[in-house]
């Protein structure tokens, strides 16, 4: 018997495809980079989807937007496989994986409640970022990071 | 203060030896034209006076806002605006607050150098850097045997200390109750840099083995009961009768305040070196306000 292959997501015309996303944190991904539902563009999330490299994984379409790839590095805190295509006319025009940067500023909260960025001081988070494993010191307190950091997104 | 090296660290107290003099009170016009702000966010008297003693002691003059709660800090005043307009002020701010990353963050928004006097459980630079400073006069600061005692866990001035300490190629004996031991992680670090570590729950166990006795205090809401506490607390005071076999050369230090971890009786005796320790702090800063504002010796 056959089965039947489909499309969940429609191929784009122009815009991004962040594809590789580990499984369930999509909508993370669309926080970290900041995409609003009010800025216009169409966006379409996949969940779960079989994946032969990594059983399960997410897919994130942008149509419209080229995002940059320093706007794009952050998602490798909570996906470090995942890549990036550009596409133009149907073509994917440049392809890449995601580069963990060495400073992340403002996107993760800091975990030590009596930390001077978890105050109202106008002051955003700051941490330095040593790989394998994901390591995030804040730059104010000297606190660490390593584990959930999905779950200290601001 | 894990970032200093032992050279920046040999330069401070050099220089502080040679500033002793004047610390002691002989006349000084090193800093005469240059006014310190001493913003104080949270109590200390040693701190606070003996940077304020500095200053003076190098010619120099300090203003301060005096009580938290007469100043612009109780209108809502964010630590960020009140270090931009005083350092309009001031040729260097010292500072201690409560939040932890407060004189880093102060340093983002001042015009003139931030000296860091302690923010909340973070650091307190120069409180190490006038412990070292302590060894270097009453002791020695090389291939010695020192302990630490008392709350190794959550008191991160002794983490720096045992950090800066392990320059100098010093043995550390750490003790305290099983609850309160040194994180994992630093001790970890501290092994990493080649230094040997030994740890103990009873003074007894390393008073004989020593050269220095570093003596911290044990607070009381570290514990769930105050029955335990007390135990612990207990077991932790140090009297003269427990001299008897300690080196000869032995040196007890305490950051102070102390509540009831030394002895009065032990005061008299020639190892203790709190009080000098106390006033190390003066000359230690006033190398660093040098070094900072380029005083010239």
Do not use: W
Not at chain 2, 257 to 262: D, L, S
Request: include cysteine.
């Amino acid at each position: 018997m056959s089965v039947k292959k489909e499309l969940l997501v429609r191929p784009i015309e122009h815009g991004t495809v962040i594809d590789h996303i580990n499984a369930g944190q999509a909508l993370n991904v669309i926080r970290i980079i900041g995409i609003a539902g009010s800025m216009g563009s169409v966006v379409s999330i996949a969940m779960n989807v079989a994946s032969k490299e990594m059983g399960l994984k997410d897919i994130v379409k942008i149509e419209g937007r080229e995002l940059d790839s320093k706007q794009l590095d952050k998602i490798s805190l909570i996906s470090p496989d995942a890549t990036i295509n550009i596409i133009r006319n149907y073509d994917v025009i440049s392809k890449y994986n995601v580069e963990l940067p060495e400073e992340i500023i403002g996107i993760v909260r800091c975990n030590n409640p009596d930390c001077i960025t978890n105050s109202d001081e106008p002051v955003a988070s700051s941490f330095t970022v040593t790989k394998k494993p994901v390591i995030l010191r804040c730059k104010y307190c000297d606190h660490i990071i390593s584990e959930e950091i999905a779950e200290q997104l601001i | 203060m894990k970032d200093f090296t032992r050279e920046m660290i040999d330069e401070v107290l050099e220089l502080a030896e040679k500033l002793e003099p004047f610390a002691r009170g002989r006349p000084c016009r090193m800093l005469e034209d240059k006014l310190l702000a001493l913003l104080f966010y949270e109590p200390s008297t040693r701190t606070r006076l003996s940077f304020d003693a500095a200053i003076k002691r190098l010619g120099g003059s300090s203003i301060d806002f005096g009580m938290v709660e007469a100043s612009s800090v109780s209108k809502g005043e964010t630590l960020a605006d009140t270090i931009r307009v005083v350092s309009e002020y001031a040729d260097a701010i010292v500072l201690r607050h409560p939040k932890e990353g407060a004189a880093r963050m102060a340093s983002d928004y001042s015009s003139v150098p931030v000296i860091n006097a302690g923010d909340g459980g973070g650091h307190h630079p120069t409180q190490t850097l006038l412990d070292l400073y302590t060894i270097k006069r009453e002791s020695k600061l090389e291939e010695i045997d020192i302990a630490l005692v008392g709350d190794l866990r959550y008191g991160r001035t002794v983490h720096s200390f045992a950090y800066a300490l392990s320059l100098y190629g010093v043995n550390i004996y750490l003790v305290s109750p099983p609850q309160l031991q040194m994180p994992q992680h630093i001790k970890s670090d501290l092994v990493h840099r080649g230094i040997t570590i030994r740890e103990t729950n009873s003074i007894e166990d390393v008073l004989e083995k020593i050269d220095v006795l570093y003596m911290t205090r044990i607070q009381k809401e570290r514990f769930a009961e105050q029955s335990e506490y007390l135990a612990v607390a207990g077991s932790y005071r140090l009297g003269s009768e427990m001299l008897s076999n300690a080196r000869e050369n032995l040196i007890i230090m305490h950051p102070l305040p102390r509540v009831n971890e030394i002895d009065a009786s032990v005061d008299a005796t020639s190892h203790a070196c709190y009080f000098k320790q106390s006033f190390y702090g003066v000359p230690t800063r006033m190398a660093v306000l040098v070094k900072l504002l380029e005083g010239k010796i």
